[in-house]
């Protein structure tokens, strides 16, 4: 253990466990959602609605870690955290309204063809792929930095960082790709 990266007194927490089960549920929550047909006879609000969040959660996403990165790129960590704990609570909701969505609602199949097709088809399945991967990465990230592991946090981060600034912009263009065939 390096004792540089510690605070005076600060005791190191395992994380790694819950970080295991959180990706795995999450993951496995969204994969059996996938395979989901969706309720078919709800009516108490109109979910299309449910999509258009997702985006406005995501964009927020995005600024947040905008925020974060430039923050620290000027070494100013409080602002950083601050933008990094705003992320993680816009994805939090932004996973709520995600499940919600695509538990009461059928698949939406995209509707365009040609280039287009290809372009939607593409940054849809980077966005997936990369989104399951996001979910331990973000976790463990934020784990060394509680953990003040700053060497370890760094290296992880600039994995991290552009992986889920990806995620949340794709998961916008996702939206307003797919939107008209609601």
């Known amino acids: ?3 540089n990266n510690y605070a005076a007194g600060h005791v190191k927490r395992n994380y790694r466990p819950a970080i295991i089960a959180i990706s795995v549920v999450l993951i ?3 994969g059996v959602l ?23 959660l995501n964009s927020f996403t995005f600024l947040f870690l905008l925020g974060a990165l430039i923050a620290i790129m000027k ?10 704990y705003a992320a993680f609570v ?13 538990f009461l609602s059928p698949s939406t199949p995209y509707g365009g063809s040609g280039l287009l097709a290809g372009i939607y088809y593409f940054i849809l399945i980077t966005h997936i792929l990369l989104a399951a991967a996001i979910v331990p990465l973000a976790l463990t990230s934020v784990a060394r930095a509680w953990n003040m592991e700053n060497e370890r946090h760094r ?3 600039r994995w991290t ?18 939107s008209p065939y609601y």
């Open 34 to 56: 996938a395979g989901m047909p969706g309720v078919e006879d709800f009516d108490a609000f109109d979910v299309t609605i449910l999509p258009l969040m997702n985006a406005i």
């Open 161 to 178: 960082m552009p992986i889920w600034l990806y995620v949340s912009l794709t998961g916008v263009l996702v939206y307003i790709m797919i």
């Open 1 to 3: 253990m390096n004792n």
């Open 90 to 102: 816009t994805t939090f909701f932004f996973l709520i309204t995600y499940v919600a969505f695509h």
């Open 28 to 30: 496995g929550a969204i």
């Open 155 to 157: 290296k992880i981060a």
């Open 75 to 84: 070494r100013n960590v409080k602002v950083h955290r601050r933008f990094i």
